[in-house]
């Protein structure tokens, strides 16, 4: 009888993971605290991903396994497994330094990337290349040159164009200070454009910040960036011609502070919002402006105040929320104690903050929290993830999943994905199914030299919409039948087939058997 019972939940643990496995809820290969993506010596950092369409996600980082640094990637499947060369296949390398990838997706699972490239040179220029989705390189061996080395030409930002190419946004160095250049390389790997710098977007030259690119229906670009106390939008059209006003649209500019290095995200009606950080009151504010696809600005002079208050509220981070609002995340020192904390707010198609006054907070442990990232879900909410100073003296990751009315769906702090020794920073989140995520981040735990890897985890969440239910339904009433189907003939084959015992007396000899269990009377008492 105790074989029989040991047998009985064997097969009864294999029902049920086979039932879980064919509705995708069962992901055995992830291993807790994230598989390794790359753990090569030297530096792996600067991160950057992208879903595949098939549940995974593209991984690009620079690499400084050699002398100098390369530009390496790797592609992992929905289970966790790397599909390419162990510890990453070489996207660039070439003397010098390649470095500080930026990547957009090619519309077909695959991807463009840009970096900044050293290439027989102190100076830097911008240089391309296209990855087939099987990780095979189309474009010329060491890259495209959008911009040759000359001069430090620096942070390349990326959006697809539409057509299988992309556009190229980056600062152009010019009198000691900066300018934005653009340009399109095309599918095939050429430059749209003539020139060798690109395309001017902006003649003003100052201290500029990063530049944020995006992409609308029709295919043209539009770039915002900020320069001394002014904040700008341009559109440019897939033929290289800018749009609206000489230098961009104005969208914020005070002469009291400073404001710089916005996020852009589109509206859902082909136009942007664009959210930066602002100095006039002092202390670091985050304003946000939302522009129609005619330029016409839709918010209040030089932007609607999002997260304001005591101290500073810094790095935003802005995405769509998949209609015509958008999903803000920033970090905020606003108890004023030297300590970072993460907010994120949902603002509406007029600016509105439809999360309250103040946001969402996202995680109330002590410590510092820093390195806030957001995706959307694929179905009105959003995931987010950032390091956490807990409850170590260095920092974990930990994330968090909020659906579209702000509440949230793990632990109240946030799910802790990666507590190795060590710091883990700096990370990435992608939405790669519906309410599921893929994270990326630079980790020490193995560090003897303070020296970072790779690594990454996915999480798949379980149905719980009435019509994910229904899916689930349908799985189980496939998977479960198929389960059983495959359990008797697995018994079949060690307890009957092998004793030669004909499949028809196997099952005759198996109710036979059940019949004779001494199963539970029910009692008949009033």
């Known amino acids: 009888m105790k074989h029989r019972y040991h047998l009985l939940c064997l097969v009864l643990i294999t029902l049920v993971a086979a039932s879980l496995e064919s509705v995708g809820l069962c992901r055995a290969a992830w291993l807790q605290h994230g598989n390794v993506v790359c753990n090569s010596l030297g530096y792996q950092e600067n991160v950057c991903m992208l879903p595949d369409g098939e549940g995974g996600a593209i991984i690009v980082w620079d690499d400084g396994r050699g002398l100098d640094k390369d530009i390496y990637m790797q592609r992992v499947n929905v289970e966790g497994e790397s599909l390419w060369t162990k510890n990453g296949s070489v996207l660039c390398e070439f003397t010098e330094n390649q470095m500080r990838p930026a990547i957009c997706s090619d519309g077909a699972g695959g991807i463009i990337a840009a970096w900044r490239d050293e290439r027989n040179s102190i100076n830097s220029g911008i240089y391309a290349q296209h990855v087939w989705k099987n990780g095979s390189i189309h474009w010329n061996n060491q890259g495209v040159t959008v911009v040759p080395v000359s001069h430090n030409h620096v942070l390349p930002r990326i959006c697809p164009d539409g057509d299988g190419g992309a556009y190229i946004a980056w600062l152009h160095p010019m009198f000691g200070q900066f300018t934005i250049r653009l340009q399109r390389v095309l599918k095939n790997g050429t430059l749209a454009w003539p020139g060798i710098n690109g395309t001017a977007i902006c003649t003003i030259v100052g201290p500029f910040g990063d530049p944020s690119i995006l992409v609308d229906d029709n295919g043209d670009a539009l770039i915002s960036w900020g320069v001394s106390n002014m904040i700008f939008i341009q559109k440019v059209t897939s033929s290289g011609t800018p749009e609206w006003d000489i230098d961009g649209r104005l969208l914020c500019f005070m002469p009291e502070g400073y404001r710089f290095s916005p996020v852009s995200?589109?509206?859902?009606?082909?136009?942007?919002?664009?959210?930066?950080?602002?100095?006039?009151?002092?202390?670091?504010?985050?304003?946000?402006?939302?522009?129609?696809?005619?330029?016409?600005?839709?918010?209040?002079?030089?932007?609607?105040?999002?997260?304001?208050?005591?101290?500073?509220?810094?790095?935003?981070?802005?995405?769509?929320?998949?209609?015509?609002?958008?999903?803000?995340?920033?970090?905020?020192?606003?108890?004023?104690?030297?300590?970072?904390?993460?907010?994120?707010?949902?603002?509406?198609?007029?600016?509105?903050?439809?999360?309250?006054?103040?946001?969402?907070?996202?995680?109330?442990f002590p410590g510092d929290k820093e390195d806030i990232d957001v995706a959307p879900d694929g179905a009105g909410g959003c995931g987010v993830v950032w390091s956490a100073y807990y409850p170590d003296v260095e920092p974990d990751i930990y994330a968090q999943w909020l659906d579209a009315n702000g509440q949230k769906q793990w632990e109240a702090n946030g799910k802790r994905i990666c507590g190795s020794p060590g710091e883990q920073s700096y990370p990435v989140i992608v939405n790669n199914a519906p309410k599921s995520f893929f994270y990326v981040w630079e980790d020490y735990r193995n560090s003897i030299s303070s020296n970072s890897d790779v690594y990454a985890f996915g999480f798949y969440t379980a149905p719980t919409t009435p019509e994910d239910l229904a899916a689930l339904i349908v799985g189980l009433s496939i998977g479960i039948p198929l389960a059983i189907l495959g359990a008797v003939l697995v018994l079949y084959y060690f307890l009957g087939y092998r004793r030669g015992v004909g499949f028809k007396d196997f099952i005759k000899k198996g109710f036979s058997w059940f019949d004779r269990i001494h199963w539970p009377k029910p009692n008949t008492r009033d």
């Open 265 to 364: 995200c589109l509206d859902g009606s082909n136009g942007a919002f664009i959210a930066w950080p602002d100095s006039r009151d002092g202390d670091l504010d985050i304003y946000i402006q939302r522009v129609n696809q005619a330029g016409t600005i839709l918010l209040s002079p030089n932007g609607s105040l999002i997260a304001g208050g005591a101290n500073d509220q810094d790095y935003p981070k802005l995405v769509s929320d998949g209609g015509t609002g958008a999903f803000l995340a920033w970090q905020d020192d606003k108890d004023g104690i030297s300590r970072d904390d993460v907010y994120i707010q949902r603002v509406n198609a007029n600016g509105g903050r439809m999360w309250g006054p103040d946001g969402v907070q996202l995680c109330s």
